[in-house]
């Protein structure tokens, strides 16, 4: 199933790309779910967001002025989003098919040191 994965995060990328939020919810399960962990250093959900729409405006809030890559973490696709080079987040993401169920969203800036580019 990691090809079924990386095809589903791949889409979810285009959509976010593509700044269509109706697209990044069709990539995403509609009881979805996603985590956020800022370590209370950046603006984030302390509680876990729940369903599809709430989560493509989520996604949506973090692109603006950000390039956003499709990286390898812990040997799956995952989608990393940066801005003049610095990681502002590293977005995981579990599937069941081709939907993303869960997504956990590491916002923390002392954790995303190692994905800046210089």
């Not at 800022?38 to 509680?47: C, E, F, N, W, Y």
């Not at 002025?65 to 987040?89: C, F, I, K, P």
Request: one cysteine or more.
């Amino acid at each position: 199933m990691p090809r079924v994965h990386d095809d589903a995060v791949r889409r979810l990328a285009a959509a976010c790309r593509a700044g269509d939020g109706v697209a990044i919810e069709a990539v995403l399960d509609p009881d979805a779910v996603a985590v956020c962990d800022s370590g209370g250093h950046v603006p984030a959900p302390l509680r876990p967001v729940h369903g599809a729409a709430q989560i493509a405006r989520l996604i949506q809030a973090l692109l603006p002025g950000a390039d956003l890559t499709v990286e390898s973490v812990n040997g799956r696709a995952a989608l990393l989003v940066r801005r003049a080079g610095t990681a502002v987040a590293v977005i995981t993401v579990a599937c069941h098919e081709d939907r993303a169920t869960t997504l956990w969203a590491v916002l923390n800036p002392a954790k995303l040191r190692g994905w800046h580019r210089g």
